[in-house]
């Protein structure tokens, strides 16, 4: 992982642990055989995200553009994690594919009720 902030603490166990659980998460919704029922359940009602444009993104339109991506992705790989509070954590991340520069993608994820759900997406297109 690149470090951030050099300063920062390491992650304690227990937060590693939360953070390879949400690492998971973020990878099932990145693979196109995924269902839908699964994406929809990992994606809180309240999810927001922007396009190119500075449109918002709502839930249903974020899980209907991952249901219909084609497989062409070849990987994400995890840049770091960062807990803003015991139940919410920020990945950074980069998604490639065959033909394109890869994009760097942040996701924030938070604990309601005993699941960590993605409440919201960013994503930094063809970045490089």
């Not at 999810?47 to 918002?56: I, L, P």
């Amino acid at each position: 992982m690149i470090a951030v902030n050099p300063n920062q603490n390491e992650l304690t166990a227990t937060e590693q642990d939360i953070v390879d659980q949400i690492w998971q998460r973020e990878e099932q919704l990145a693979v196109p055989s995924a269902t839908s029922g699964d994406v929809a359940n990992m994606v809180a009602s309240d999810f927001v995200s922007f396009d190119a444009q500075g449109n918002t993104v709502a839930k249903h339109e974020y899980v209907d553009q991952l249901n219909n991506t084609d497989s062409e992705r070849t990987g994400i790989t995890r840049l770091w994690a960062h807990f803003g509070s015991e139940n919410s954590c920020c990945l950074a991340y980069m998604r490639e594919a065959e033909r394109t520069q890869p994009d760097i993608c942040m996701a924030l994820w938070i604990e309601r009720d005993g699941a960590w759900q993605k409440t919201f997406h960013h994503q930094n297109a063809k970045f490089g």
